[in-house]
């Protein structure tokens, strides 16, 4: 194979330092480099493109949303916890379960809350958006349900603008949106008043703003450097014109919103505050920074610390102010709880946790102190939900340690998805009732599984592998959000398999899986739209992989949505005995 050989600069070019690829192509200067990818494609034709798969997302999310009209799953702890927030603006007990619920669903809410601070192991960001719901259009199944379907169908509006951002193009923006869309897990929590879609929501944010970030510091380096043609000649280059970095502070928002939803973002937040740190030292290096990486943590660092980790951190504390305001009530009630007076290992046994070593004397140190007041009392405050903290960490740590659940699963099979969870299920419907056409000796059912898709789960797990060969391979940052996403999403839970986990926290995960798949097809598919024998077999293999997704979630739509099922029926889609 020939190639052809390099050609020399004309006669007075004084660019200097630019490589040349095989062929004889001049490299683009890095200046030229971050006004490269968008170039071409029209924003009007991306935003429709965006809203109108959001819209037909939503569409489907909204679909009998309210059936059935009862709580599944841990919709009795959300659904009424986001109503106290709304009404009490905090978290407070209430009757009976059972009780409650029945009475709920019959349109009651008067006199089943009592006058006591619940101890809730989540924070409250998502339960303030489920009683956004509940206040709209009412405590019912659609009410505490619509606020999941709306952020579901916002994540995939989120999908579609950051691939786009990251590959230029709007089409494969577009499948990745569209992949998503048709994800089962995906589309069952997003008809569910849990809390997984919208921390899943809030992290794709702050991923999107760590990528914008990436293209706006380039853009804004090649600015400042305009006068001096384009490179630093010495020195650190520019610092005080970055010392704000609106995109950073957009990502600390979207972290402190994640956190506040959910803990298990700040793993995430740590792998890509790191990655972006890493971006930049690359751009200052591309830009003629010599020693770029140990200049960069100061000039850099620190101002990204700020605007990440600080930022997020006020803003997750700010989401606690209906408890701040309410502390001295959860010092009265709480601070002697079981989980403060735990102190030992214990058995495997959430109750012999609690009395293996209880310390009855324990509390909280401001439950004793006098009430303080002005800044006095905003500290003391702070300092409770500290001590509470402590209590909501022992409980996820040691109280369920060796705890069982029918529904729980290893993390290292999450990604194959091993076992999916049964939100819902109306069995042994007889022939002849409720519609049911079963053969005689068969019946009918009803049932709601929080299952992926899995053509698209297996077809993600062997693109993240794909992907991270290519990062290695190509030194593509692309491929980097898509592995360092699906990681820093799914491997901090291998820590926790000793305790009831389940496969839907890897919501967080799919969006990076589904990310690598688009790079894979945008690859396959190359960069001219010329017909050539490559392009014919990208368009191919990735058209018959988006129509096995589609035909695939179709498939399980009936288990998706609570569908009435044969037995026969139910069983063509339990694939493996581990599903039952």
């Excluded at 939803?261 to 995430?268: F, G």
């Excluded at 890493?278 to 605007?307: E, M, Q």
């Excluded at 002697?336 to 959430?350: F, N, V």
């Amino acid at each position: 194979m020939t190639t052809a050989a390099p050609q020399r600069a004309p006669a007075g070019d004084t660019r200097t330092g630019l490589s040349r690829t095989a062929d004889g192509r001049e490299v683009p200067s890095a200046a030229a480099r971050t006004r490269s990818r968008l170039r071409g494609e029209d924003p009007f034709i991306g935003w429709v493109t965006a809203l109108s798969i959001g819209l037909l997302a939503l569409f489907l999310r909204l679909w009998k949303l309210g059936s059935p009209r009862e709580f599944l799953f841990d919709e009795t702890y959300y659904a009424k916890d986001a109503w106290s927030l709304l009404h009490f603006g905090y978290a407070r007990e209430y009757v009976d379960g059972k009780k409650a619920n029945a009475e709920i669903l019959a349109g009651h809410t008067d006199g089943l809350w009592k006058d006591k601070a619940s101890m809730a192991v989540h924070p409250d960001v998502g339960k303030w958006l489920i009683g956004l719901g509940e206040k709209v259009f009412g405590m019912d199944p659609f009410g505490w349900r619509v606020a999941s379907a709306v952020v579901g169908a916002l994540m995939i509006v989120v999908m579609v603008r950051l691939v786009r951002r990251m590959t230029g193009s709007t089409f494969i923006g577009a499948v990745a949106g569209l992949l998503l869309c048709f994800d089962g897990m995906q589309f069952v929590l997003s008809r569910l008043a849990l809390l997984d879609i919208f921390v899943a929501f809030f992290l794709l944010m702050a991923v999107h703003c760590h990528v914008a970030d990436r293209d706006w510091t380039r853009a804004r380096l090649a600015t400042l450097l305009s006068t001096s043609g384009g490179r630093v000649t010495k020195g650190s280059g520019p610092v005080r014109g970055l010392l704000w970095r609106p995109w950073l502070v957009g990502a600390g928002i979207c972290w402190g919103l994640a956190c506040g939803t959910k803990w298990e973002a700040v793993y995430a937040m740590a792998a890509f505050g790191l990655l972006t740190f890493f971006w930049t030292v690359g751009a200052r290096r591309s830009f003629g920074v010599r020693g770029a990486l140990a200049r960069s943590v100061v000039v850099d660092g620190i101002p990204a610390f700020v605007s990440v980790v600080l930022v997020g951190l006020l803003v997750y504390v700010a989401t606690w102010t209906g408890w701040l305001v309410h502390a001295g009530q959860y010092e009265k009630d709480l601070s002697s709880s079981q989980y403060t007076r735990y102190s030992g290992q214990g058995h495997c046994d959430g109750k012999t946790y609690v009395s293996e070593n209880p310390n009855d004397d324990a509390r909280w140190p401001t439950a004793s102190e006098p009430d303080a007041s002005g800044v006095g009392e905003v500290v003391q405050s702070l300092r409770s939900l500290w001590y509470y903290h402590q209590d909501v960490y022992t409980f996820h740590t040691h109280f369920l340690n060796c705890s069982t659940h029918p529904y729980e699963s290893k993390p290292s099979g999450w990604l194959l998805l091993n076992r999916p969870v049964g939100v819902d299920a109306d069995t042994k419907i007889q022939p002849g009732t409720q519609g049911c056409d079963a053969p005689t000796g068969s019946d009918c059912l009803r049932v709601i599984t929080l299952l992926g898709t899995p053509i698209l789960w297996w077809g993600g797990c062997l693109a993240v592998i794909a992907a991270g060969a290519l990062w290695i391979g190509t030194r593509d940052w692309r491929y980097g959000v898509a592995v360092i996403g699906t990681l820093s999403t799914w491997l901090p839970w291998l820590q926790y398999d000793d305790r009831p986990i389940f496969i839907f926290y890897a919501i967080i995960t799919i969006p990076f899986m589904v990310m690598a798949i688009a790079l894979l097809i945008g690859a396959l598919l190359g960069r001219t739209t010329a017909p050539t024998p490559r392009r014919t077999v990208g368009v191919i293999v990735s058209g018959a992989f988006f129509v096995l997704v589609l035909l695939n979630f179709a498939w399980f739509w009936p288990v998706y949505t609570d569908q009435l099922l044969t037995h026969r029926e139910w069983l063509d889609r339990i694939w493996f005995t581990r599903w039952i």
